[in-house]
């Protein structure tokens, strides 16, 4: 990130948005938005064994940097994209010292270690999918963003972002599945579904054919609830908080493979990952800069 930064003068490298628990910084890289007060926020890695995103999500940020297309090039000028490769450091330093599918962060908790992040935020937290106990997976924290890290994001995407722009879209992204997850991820379509649920559902069948004309694979795409029901989501807390319901505002997508490779992508996957999703975050660039 900090080589991009200094490769592209248009580029601004944040060393950090705030501290993790373990006091590693969580950077992020922000560029382009030069006409317009839109902005375009990605993350990944919140799930710390999931590498696939991190890679994917660097992997697109040097690709709209350099791009001589100027179609992306105009894009790029349209929306500032706002970057986080990894929300989870401390569990992303874990998975390459110690246990290569560990999950969470790394907060103490007795004889356990780890609060699901993508369970901590403050959209309906501590419902469907969230445990209460310390020792599991999708243990939800001791109360709704008590996390360093998930502070640390929703302070810089609402006090400092926010304060001077107007977040259109938002995608998390995640691994794996081959899934374009829209909201909500605390409820049934049966029991709730976002007044902006149609255009949403409408803009996935979009990025699904942009994904699939790049490489052939076919995305699935549902409410996030209808692979499990999960509360205090990322994607709920970007779609109802930071995007104010847009229709980009609340996605997941969950990249390479459907199960084969799982959670150890090999590295070879890594490129034609990058590229089918560049594809998507394009196509949703184009459509909520449509007009300027």
């Known amino acids: 990130m900090k080589l ?5 003068p248009s580029a601004t490298y ?3 948005i705030g501290d993790s628990h373990d006091g590693n910084k969580i950077p992020i890289i922000k560029f382009g938005g030069s006409e317009s007060k839109l902005t375009f926020w990605i993350q990944g890695c919140i799930h710390a064994r999931e590498w696939i995103s991190p890679a994917t ?6 690709e709209l940097l350099s791009s001589k ?11 500032e994209f706002a970057v986080a490769p990894c929300v989870n450091p401390d569990g992303y330093k874990f998975t390459w010292s110690t246990d290569r599918l560990w999950r969470k962060n790394r907060r103490p908790d007795g004889l356990c270690h780890g609060v699901d992040m993508n369970r901590n935020w403050g959209e309906h ?30 302070n810089y995407v609402t006090d400092v972002i926010g304060q001077d722009r107007r977040i259109v879209a938002a995608i998390d992204f995640h691994a794996y599945g081959e899934l374009i997850l829209r909201p909500y991820g605390w409820a049934l379509p049966r029991q709730a579904t976002p007044e902006t649920d149609a255009e949403t559902k409408a803009l996935a069948e ?29 994607d709920d807390w970007f779609f109802a908080v ?16 459907t199960g084969r490779y799982g959670f150890l992508l090999p590295e070879y996957e890594i490129e034609p990952t990058g590229e089918e999703n560049l594809a998507a975050v394009l196509l949703i660039a184009a459509e909520v800069t449509r007009g300027i």
Not at 127 to 145: F, H, L, N, W
Not at 242 to 257: P, Q, S, W
């Open 4 to 8: 991009l930064a200094a490769n592209f």
């Open 14 to 16: 944040v060393d950090s």
């Open 57 to 62: 999500v660097m992997y697109m940020v040097e």
């Open 69 to 79: 297309d100027p179609k992306v090039q105009d894009l790029v000028k349209k929306i």
């Open 125 to 154: 937290w501590g419902e469907c999918g969230a445990s209460t106990s310390p020792c599991s997976d999708t243990y939800r924290g001791p109360s709704s963003m008590s996390e360093p890290e998930v502070q640390a994001v929703a």
């Open 206 to 234: 979009r990025m699904k054919s942009a994904i699939q004309s790049v490489h052939g694979r076919s995305y699935t795409s549902e409410h996030a609830a209808e692979l499990y029901c999960a509360s205090g989501g990322a």
């Open 242 to 257: 930071a995007t104010k319901r847009a229709v980009a505002g609340g996605l997941c997508i969950e990249l390479r493979d």
